[in-house]
Each structure stands twice: as structure tokens, then as C-alpha cells.
């Protein structure tokens, strides 16, 4: 079992940075690839970005060059730095872990969500 626990939302004006905190139960990080996603006001969820426990990162076209994620594990935890916010940013940011173990089983977890809000 792995538990995900995001921390760092909150409100920002548009313009503004905030940094979002992905904290592992357990010692994950290498052998699973992470992600944030993340579901606005009347949308779907959505990818944001992905890091692969290889190091291959991926970013949704409307984030890249604004988001950055990345890992710790050390810390068992992964972060995405936000900058440049726009009210289009404001949304519950979801942290998840995926790997396929033995026997080609899907192992996914999800975190509880953080709320980030772009506002004046």
C-alpha cells in the first residue's frame, strides 16, 4: 500500500509561484513514474505533467515553460514548481504513481488533492 500526500496550495495571484509537495509512504520514487494532474471548475482531469522513475519528463502544452517537476528521493517526495500563474491554472492538483509490477500488474495511487487557486 501507498499513501500520496499533496501539500503546498493555496491562493496566488495571477503572475504569482507556488511549489507543490507530492510526500510517498514509502521509498517509491525510484521504481515508480509520477505525476501531477489536475481538474478545474466544470473539466475533466487533466495531465499536467509526468516523471518517469528513469527521468523522462513530460508536460501538458498549456504548462510547458511555466511548470517544472521533479523529484527527491531522499525525501520521497516529488514537487511541481508553478510559476507565471493564470486564473486557467486554478484547479485541484492531484498527485499519482503508477508502475507495472510482477505479472504485468497496474499498480496506481492517488493523493488526496491540494486546491490551487489564481485570483485577484
Known amino acids: 500500500q501507498v499513501q500520496l500526500a499533496e501539500s503546498g496550495g493555496g491562493l496566488v495571484q495571477p503572475g504569482g509561484s507556488l511549489r507543490l509537495s507530492c510526500a510517498a509512504s514509502?521509498?517509491?520514487?525510484?521504481?515508480?513514474?509520477m505525476g501531477w494532474y489536475r481538474q478545474g471548475p466544470g473539466k475533466q482531469r487533466e495531465l499536467v505533467a509526468t516523471?518517469?522513475?528513469?527521468?523522462?519528463?513530460n508536460y501538458a502544452a498549456s504548462v510547458k515553460g511555466r511548470f517544472t517537476i521533479s523529484r527527491d528521493n531522499a525525501k520521497n517526495t516529488v514537487y511541481l514548481q508553478m510559476n507565471s500563474l493564470k486564473p486557467e491554472d486554478t484547479a485541484v492538483y492531484y498527485c499519482?504513481?503508477?508502475?507495472?509490477?510482477?505479472?504485468?500488474?497496474?499498480?496506481?495511487?492517488w493523493g488526496q488533492g491540494t486546491q490551487v487557486t489564481v485570483s485577484s
Open positions: 516523471d518517469t522513475s528513469s527521468g523522462s519528463t
Open positions: 514509502g521509498n517509491i520514487l525510484s521504481i515508480y513514474d
Open positions: 499519482n504513481a503508477q508502475k507495472i509490477g510482477g505479472l504485468g500488474w497496474r499498480y496506481e495511487y
